[in-house]
C-alpha cells in the first residue's frame, strides 16, 4: 500500500500559517490526494483533495484559508495554512484511495 511522511507540523499562533508537506516513493502523477485530519475526541475529517490534473476541493472550514498543491516529480503534496484558528488544531495526515494511514503530523494553534 503506499503510504506517506508527513512533515511540517507544530505550534502555531493564531493568525499565523504553516505549510506541510507529505511525500512518498510511489509515483503519484495520475492517483488523486487527499489531506485529512484529526482533532482530539473527534472523528477523522477530509481537508482538501487535489486531482491529478491539479483540480482543488476543500471543506468548507478551510475554504480560502488553507491551499493544497502538488509536485508530482517530488511525489509530494502541500498544505498551505494561512490564517489558522484553534479548531484547526489536529494531527494531519495524508492518503490515497486505498493507501494507508500515515503517522500524521501534529498542528497545535495556541497563542
Known amino acids: 500500500q503506499v503510504q506517506f511522511v508527513e512533515s511540517g507540523g507544530g505550534l502555531v499562533q493564531p493568525g499565523g500559517s504553516l505549510t506541510l508537506s507529505c511525500a512518498t516513493s510511489?509515483?503519484?502523477?495520475?492517483?488523486?490526494v487527499s489531506w485529512y485530519r484529526q482533532a482530539p475526541g473527534k472523528q477523522r475529517e477530509l481537508v482538501a483533495v487535489?486531482?491529478?490534473?491539479?483540480?482543488?476541493t476543500y471543506a468548507d472550514s478551510v475554504k480560502d484559508r488553507f491551499t493544497i498543491s502538488r509536485d508530482n516529480a517530488k511525489n509530494t503534496v502541500y498544505l498551505q495554512m494561512n490564517n489558522v484558528k484553534l479548531e484547526d488544531t489536529a494531527v494531519y495526515y495524508c492518503?490515497?484511495?486505498?493507501?494507508?494511514w500515515g503517522q500524521g503530523t501534529q498542528v497545535t494553534v495556541s497563542s
Open positions: 487535489i486531482t491529478s490534473g491539479s483540480t482543488t
Open positions: 510511489t509515483n503519484i502523477a495520475r492517483i488523486f
Open positions: 492518503k490515497i484511495p486505498l493507501g494507508a
